[in-house]
């Protein structure tokens, strides 16, 4: 797993070879060492260069390891034996030198760097942190702020900015491995004291308590209770205030600790479940592996609303030649001068030239005869996307690929109305759409493999985790979100407030709470929803008592807030004031609790205390539920599939994992019970009653989630 040779005479030149990242697995860590050891001992051998194979350093410790018993030499006393050794050793960076990968090229006395390399600690990332010296090593090497930046946040930087920053020491637009070598013999002599970085100390402005307790104080804000950036800010004060080997000491306590935790495996579950998700499979036996997808140089996107002006940015900042059509000239202006600035302010942020050049606008559709993929983002109504598909379907060439952003229409009903329905896909992306990362593939029932293909390597290229999901209501996302609203209407009806709620799913760990993303979204969405299902409005059966719909609890309550006139942050007022209309700071409203009160009176309600437990298990455990029947009714792959979508698409913490991952670490048994237990309670809501497919999983045993598919009843998968 290292290879060893002896280059120009002196030079002991060491391979990592564990494709595809040259992971530091327990082999390649006993490759190295026995290398290193070797080089150190053969008098013949006067400096060493370290690389990796196939144009890749380092991707760090072997991660699939970790939930193993530890085998294999050590990394800590591996780095040390390189750094204390009296030969100069040169690292030779090409690809990325990441977390362990980082860590063993700073315990060489060099470094070098191709200039298309990118380095960094990411093991925040993972839960973690650098552990094998990173904590103490880079900050005696850069200084302290810049480490404390690298370190809590993981960002990756170029060989350009890891130049400026001192972390490497030259950069090659040629072979690094080859300038490593001249490099390597040129330094031979040369005292190694100052390139051995546990004997330095960090360089410390004066202001060094202020800088760590503010980075602490960032940290903690921003983490939403994952708790790696603060041990990673921990770490890095016994740097500055602890010799190096008590320092050593420190990182290790400190990363026993987060290594056992939860959120640590559930940073890395999804760290393999987003990869996972890329390699999707229908039932019909297609896969990314033998699905080709369809060359797609030129797209458009119809309508330029939100959602359109979002997708089509998105769509140039990836290259992609894009006509953008509205219905007539006005809207046409306004939308081409949103995406002009949208354009022009990313550009400026990332210092680079906006490519409006590749943006055509036209209110003509037989303008879109040439082009490979179009995206319809259309208002959300079945009749106008049916008539803007058919039109589709006559100018388009016979071979284009059609694709909606509907948030939840049948895709199917959509591709009925084209003479080419295997060409028909759903592409749902999620507002802001050139910001937020996930998408849902929409597999229609007859969207032929060679298009899921084309849609996923679109999503990829547009830097979206992309998620095969059926063609159910909601889709997947959608359609759990619904009970979760549902729960937390009742909550309010019950006795909470709205920052009751909200302050209980934002310690949790999501960035805003229910409510407060409802008036960001804007309240008329879910109402004009609302009232074409006939749940309000002139279609609701007058048979129906105010709180219960189609035979079911309902709660009026949303509807009630929109009749005053309170949309959300877009009036300012919703479920919150705001200081403006379009204001973004939500203070309590006292109207909104006078309204909850006077409803309760109105409808004979007992207020009671509801605590954040409660909270949380109905508006979680509920949306979980609704996950179990997803899988149930084959609308997704797997478990990993839904954590995605949650995670990438409606801000569920990160380090929870997601619904499913997190419901699995409560223990099914206990979700179930106290999914029975609410049921009985609310025996009126539906979404209460646990999944047949949570009740077999508890029948078997609860096993882990990765063998949750035996479980499903066959044949089930709509994809
Ligand atoms: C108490 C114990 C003490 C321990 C000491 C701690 C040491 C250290 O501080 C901890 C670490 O280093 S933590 C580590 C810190 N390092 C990181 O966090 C870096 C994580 N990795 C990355 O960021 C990206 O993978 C790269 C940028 C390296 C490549 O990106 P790309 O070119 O788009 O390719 P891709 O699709 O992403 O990956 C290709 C395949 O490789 C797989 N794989 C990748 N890395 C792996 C790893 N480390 N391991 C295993 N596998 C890894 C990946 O799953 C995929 O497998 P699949 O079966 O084909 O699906």
Redesign the pocket.
């Known amino acids: 797993m290292a290879r060893y040779a002896q280059v120009q005479g002196s030079v002991a030149l060491i391979t990592l070879t564990n494709p ?2 040259n ?2 697995s327990a082999a390649v860590r006993l490759g190295i060492t026995e290398a290193v050891t070797r080089a150190l001992r053969d008098p013949k051998v006067k400096s060493v260069v370290i690389c990796g194979e196939n144009g ?1 350093f380092c ?6 390891e ?1 939930a193993k018993p ?1 085998t294999g030499p ?3 006393p591996m780095i040390s034996a390189i750094e204390e050794g009296d030969k100069p050793v040169v690292a030779a960076i090409e690809g ?1 030198a ?4 980082l ?1 063993l090229a700073l315990g060489c006395h060099y470094r070098i760097a191709h200039s298309k390399a990118r380095v960094g ?3 925040v ?2 839960g ?5 010296g ?1 904590t103490q090593r880079l900050p005696r090497l850069i200084g302290l702020a810049p480490a404390l930046e690298l370190i809590t946040t993981g960002r990756h930087v170029t060989a350009q900015e890891a130049l400026k920053l001192g972390i490497v020491d030259k950069v090659t637009d040629q072979s690094a491995q080859d300038l490593a070598i001249q490099f390597a013999q040129e330094v031979i002599g040369q005292p190694l004291l100052p390139r051995k970085l546990s004997t330095q100390l960090t360089p410390c402005p004066p202001d060094v308590d202020t800088i760590l307790d503010e980075a602490m104080a960032r940290v903690k804000q921003r983490a939403r209770g994952a708790m790696a950036p603060v041990a990673c800010v921990q770490a890095v004060r016994a740097a500055v205030n602890l010799p190096y080997q008590a320092g050593m000491q420190k990182e290790q306590e400190l ?2 600790f987060l ?1 056992r935790s939860s959120q640590a495996r559930a940073l890395q579950y999804c ?2 479940a987003q ?2 998700v890329g ?1 999707w499979s229908l039932s019909s036996g297609a896969h990314s592996g033998n699905s080709k997808p369809r060359p797609v140089t030129k797209a458009a996107v119809i309508g330029l609303g939100t959602m359109g002006r979002g997708i089509t940015v998105a769509l140039v900042k990836a290259g992609l030649s894009v006509v953008a059509v509205e219905t007539n000239k006005k809207q046409l202006e306004m939308g081409k001068q949103m995406v002009s600035a949208m354009l022009k302010h990313d550009a400026q942020k990332m210092n680079a030239v906006p490519r409006l050049d590749l943006l055509h606008y036209t209110t003509d559709l037989s303008e879109l005869k040439n082009t490979d993929l179009i995206i319809e983002a259309v208002f959300e109504d079945m009749a106008l996307k049916k008539e803007v598909f058919k039109k589709l379907s006559s100018v388009c060439k016979p071979d284009a690929v059609l694709c909606t952003n509907t948030s939840g229409l049948d895709v199917d009903e959509l591709a009925s109305v084209t003479k080419r329905p295997e060409l028909v896909v759903g592409m749902h992306f999620f507002a802001p759409a050139h910001v937020m990362k996930l998408l849902e593939v929409v597999r229609g029932s007859r969207s032929s493999p060679e298009v899921m293909a084309t849609a996923m390597h679109l999503g990829k290229r547009l830097g979206k985790v992309s998620v095969v999901v059926g063609n159910c209501s909601g889709f997947v996302g959608n359609r759990m979100l619904r009970p979760y609203l549902d729960q937390a209407n009742f909550l309010l009806e019950e006795g909470a407030t709205p920052e009751l709620v909200d302050g209980a799913l934002e310690e949790f760990g999501f960035p805003m709470g229910v409510f407060k993303v409802s008036d960001l979204s804007g309240l008329d969405v879910g109402w004009r929803i609302r009232k074409e299902a006939g749940l309000t409005g002139p279609n609701v059966d007058p048979k129906d008592p105010l709180r219960r719909r189609q035979g079911r609890r309902y709660s009026p309550l949303p509807d009630l807030v929109c009749e005053q006139g309170r949309l959300g942050q877009k009036s300012g007022r919703g479920w919150y004031l705001y200081d403006k209309p379009g204001g973004r700071v939500a203070t309590p409203d006292p109207d909104i609790h006078k309204l909850l009160e006077d409803y309760r009176v109105r409808h004979g309600i007992r207020p009671r205390q509801i605590g954040s437990q409660e909270v949380l298990e109905r508006c979680l455990f509920a949306l979980i539920n609704e996950g179990f029947r997803v899988l149930e009714d084959g609308m997704a792959m797997g478990p990993e599939g839904i954590d995605m979508i949650y995670v990438f698409g409606y801000g569920w913490p990160r380090h929870r994992g997601g619904p499913m991952f997190y419901a699995a670490m409560v223990g099914l048994p206990r979700v179930l019970e106290r999914l029975e237990y609410y049921q009985q309670v609310h025996p009126d809501v539906p979404h209460l009653q646990p999944s047949s497919l949570l009740r077999r999983l508890v029948v078997n045993g609860s096993p882990p989630l990765d063998k949750w598919r035996d479980f499903l009843q066959r044949p089930h998968s709509q994809l």
Do not use: S, Y
């Not at 990441?98 to 990968?101: E, K, R, T």
């Open positions: 595809p990242v992971a530091l890749v991707g760090g410790a072997d991660i699939r970790f530890m050590p990394l800590v990325v990441f977390g362990g990968g860590e600690l990411p093991e990332t993972l973690l942190l650098p552990a094998a990173g990363m026993a290594f760290f393999f990869r996972a390699k």
